[in-house]
């Protein structure tokens, strides 16, 4: 394989972190003001047993799994985990709401179908690092 540039290692590097470190404050944001509680009896009302327990694994997952994810440490399982949230909520939360998270519209699904889109880039991209290393 040909060399990639080293300065678009770094790009893609600096994109993954910018992805892991918004997943790690939304995570400690929802732990830090009590969201955790609140999220788990929506999950209950929706039907999702143990909605509370549920909520803080995920929450706890978007703060290690973010942190882990930066690093590139387990990436390949920790990305699968981060879509599958993501999808999920996209389809429970925000597909109702609309396109728009601010503006025309509040909570919509614009802001998951990036954070979606991004997930699938630093994804298919884990082989460009790997290769590198070789």
């Not at 893609?12 to 400690?28: A, E, K, Q, Y």
């Amino acid at each position: 394989m040909q060399q990639v540039n080293s300065r678009f290692l770094i790009v893609l590097h600096s994109f993954r972190v910018i992805l892991s470190l918004l997943l790690i404050i939304h995570g400690m944001v929802r732990l830090l003001i009590g969201g955790a509680p609140h999220f788990g009896a929506y999950l209950s009302e929706q039907g999702i047993p143990a909605g509370t327990v549920i909520a803080y694994i995920l929450t706890f997952f978007e703060i290690i799994g973010g942190c882990l994810l930066a690093l590139r440490i387990f990436s390949k399982w920790i990305i699968p985990v981060f879509l599958a949230e993501i999808i999920l909520g996209l389809i429970m939360v925000h597909a109702k709401e609309g396109w728009f998270v601010v503006g025309y519209g509040r909570n919509g699904s614009e802001y998951s179908v990036l954070i979606i889109a991004s997930l699938m880039l630093v994804w298919f991209s884990e082989d460009v690092f790997t290769k590198q290393a070789s």
